[in-house]
């Protein structure tokens, strides 16, 4: 075994571990108002005029938390878009769950 393990090639020289990779950038901040303000541009999405399905403040700055740093570029217009593709199944969850549903009459909804 001696003789095996002294005919091998030796092992290469080790490498010096690489140093830490920098910092990645900050992710954009995701603003409540900025994600109301595109909301609001679907007015089908309304209650009332000036009324809305959702709650703002505290409510939404926690859920908008939700979303990935990665995720937080392009991430109204990504909403925008997802809001155009899908709006006759939004429009049917709104009459069905949203205000003035039987579900909404047992109490909040959000």
Do not use: C, N
């Not at 990779?21 to 409540?32: E, K, M, V």
């Not at 859920?63 to 392009?74: D, F, H, K, T």
Request: no cysteine; proline share 13%.
């Amino acid at each position: 075994m001696l003789v095996a393990h002294l005919s091998q090639p030796a092992s290469p020289a080790p490498q010096e571990a690489p140093g830490p990779d920098p910092a990645p950038a900050p992710a954009p901040a995701l603003d409540a108002k900025d994600v109301l303000t595109a909301a609001e541009r679907f007015p089908w999405a309304l209650a009332a005029a000036g009324e809305r399905h959702w709650p703002d403040g505290e409510f939404l700055d926690v859920a908008l938390s939700a979303v990935r740093p990665e995720e937080r570029q392009g991430y109204i217009e990504r909403l925008e878009a997802f809001v155009e593709q899908h709006r006759a199944r939004l429009e049917e969850l709104l009459r069905t769950y949203g205000p003035g549903s039987r579900p909404a009459s047992h109490g909040r909804y959000s």
